[in-house]
């Protein structure tokens, strides 16, 4: 199970960003796909997930201004992010999970700094 995620970066507040995750494709479309992230000294928390068929669900901190989305045939996962604050800083991890199987894969983190 790969799972690959890239487009983090700095980036002011107000600004946006896209995030993709390549994942392995005998896993991405059996999974529900999904965006957690992790600031320094707290918890890990959920952004985004998103069905196989594409039904998505958000964390409050992140509704109205991020969007998650997936492309079946590219394998690819991703979170655009808008109106970006500093309390979105945080190290952004892609999920994949196989509910039949119960289990969880997690790729690397891609780091996101929002900062003047």
């Known amino acids: 199970v790969q799972l690959q995620a890239s487009g983090g970066g700095l980036v002011q507040p107000g600004g946006s960003l896209r995030l993709s995750c390549a994942a392995s494709a005998n896993i991405f479309s059996i999974s529900i796909m999904g965006w957690y992230r992790q600031a320094p000294g707290k918890e890990r928390e959920l952004v985004a997930t998103?069905?196989?068929?594409?039904?998505?669900a958000y964390g409050d901190s992140v509704k109205g201004r991020f969007t998650i989305s997936r492309d079946n045939p590219k394998n690819t996962l991703y979170l655009q992010m808008n109106s970006l604050k500093p309390e979105d800083t945080a190290v952004y991890y892609c999920?994949?999970?196989?509910?039949?199987?119960?289990?969880?894969?997690w790729g690397k983190g891609t780091q996101v700094t929002v900062s003047s």
């Open positions: 998103i069905t196989p068929n594409g039904r998505p």
């Open positions: 999920n994949a999970y196989r509910p039949l199987l119960q289990m969880n894969s």
